[in-house]
């Protein structure tokens, strides 16, 4: 996301979020110039998620079974995160069952970013944290 500014470079940050049947996962914010790679989106992204949202979105005792989909980010398709993903035992769409450019396999990317920025360009927004703000 970006916030409008007088400087030939915008600020913005890097948010990662997920939907399902059961509900959103938590936003978790990138800080500006950060590097996302595959040890950084385990250690700060996935373990978090694993570790809160599945248990909220997906209780045993629901018995639901979820597939875990990501774009096609380096960090996303790094060895280190797939490995991470089977020894963990996350049932995922690989690489190669993808649907490119589908909204209806990827409504993150299709849908909801597209309103989210849709909405944030309406308001005059002054500082990173304000546009946080607004996330959440």
Not at 53 to 71: A, N, S, T
Not at 73 to 86: M, N, Q, V, Y
Not at 118 to 130: A, M, R, V, W, Y
């Amino acid at each position: 996301m970006i916030i409008q500014q007088n400087t030939s470079r915008p600020k913005g940050f890097m948010v990662w979020g997920g939907v399902s049947s059961q509900g959103k996962t938590t936003l978790r914010f990138v800080a500006p110039g950060t590097k996302v790679n595959s040890n950084y989106y385990i250690n700060k992204v996935l373990k978090a998620f694993l570790a809160q949202d599945v248990p909220r979105l997906f209780p045993k005792r629901r018995k639901v079974k979820w597939f875990f989909h990501q774009d096609s980010a380096p960090s996303h398709t790094a060895k280190e995160t797939i490995r991470f993903l089977d020894q963990n035992k996350i049932h995922y769409i690989t690489p190669q069952e993808w649907m490119p450019a589908s909204p209806d396999a990827a409504p993150m990317d299709y849908s909801i970013w597209e309103y989210l920025k849709q909405h944030l360009n309406k308001t005059h927004i002054d500082s990173l944290d304000e546009l946080k703000k607004k996330f959440l």
